[in-house]
């Protein structure tokens, strides 16, 4: 057989190929994401509760809305239980589903209360490289209230 004959008939059968392989099948509803596994140890996820970042979100908005607004502070806490997926609290991504950790659950517990302490007060020195002194002091006060 001749070899542009050949060559033709490959570029033929590749292209069926590659056009099945794109039909048209209704979209679905992505399946929910498995849990996430980077939290660190020694956090309480038992009620923890998924949340899916819409635009304009912060952490602390989150945590006012799921915690209570006196309670917005706490937003490390979600932070904790979302290492992989959260670097800077007051930037995240649109569409990430975050895990909410129950905030009693974790300050009732002296590991995980630890955890967030340590946290805290890492954000309240971030904080205060970024200018925010008055976020820093919140931070540190709520965190000192925290046993050891």
């Known amino acids: 057989m001749n070899k ?4 033709g008939l490959l570029i ?9 392989g794109c039909g048209s ?3 679905q509803d992505p399946a929910p994401p498995p849990p996430r596994t980077d939290q660190p140890r020694g956090l309480i996820l038992d009620g923890a509760a998924n949340y899916t970042v819409a635009q304009g979100d ?5 945590a ?3 915690y209570g607004e006196s309670n917005m502070y706490f937003f490390p806490l979600i932070r904790l239980a979302n ?3 959260v670097s800077d609290p007051d930037v995240i991504e649109v569409g990430t ?5 129950d905030l009693q659950r974790n300050l009732n517990d002296s590991g995980a209360s630890g955890l967030l302490r340590a946290d805290m007060l890492a954000v309240a020195g971030q904080y205060d490289r970024q200018s925010k002194p008055n976020a820093a002091a919140r931070l540190r006060n709520l965190a000192n ?4």
Request: glycine content about 0%; charged content about 15%.
């Open 4 to 7: 542009k004959v050949v060559f």
């Open 12 to 20: 033929v059968a590749l292209s069926i190929f590659v056009i099945a």
């Open 64 to 66: 006012a809305r799921r």
């Open 58 to 62: 912060t952490l602390a908005d989150i």
């Open 97 to 101: 589903v975050l895990v909410i950790p």
């Open 25 to 27: 099948t209704p979209a």
């Open 83 to 85: 290492a992989s997926a």
């Open 145 to 148: 209230r925290i046993s050891q």
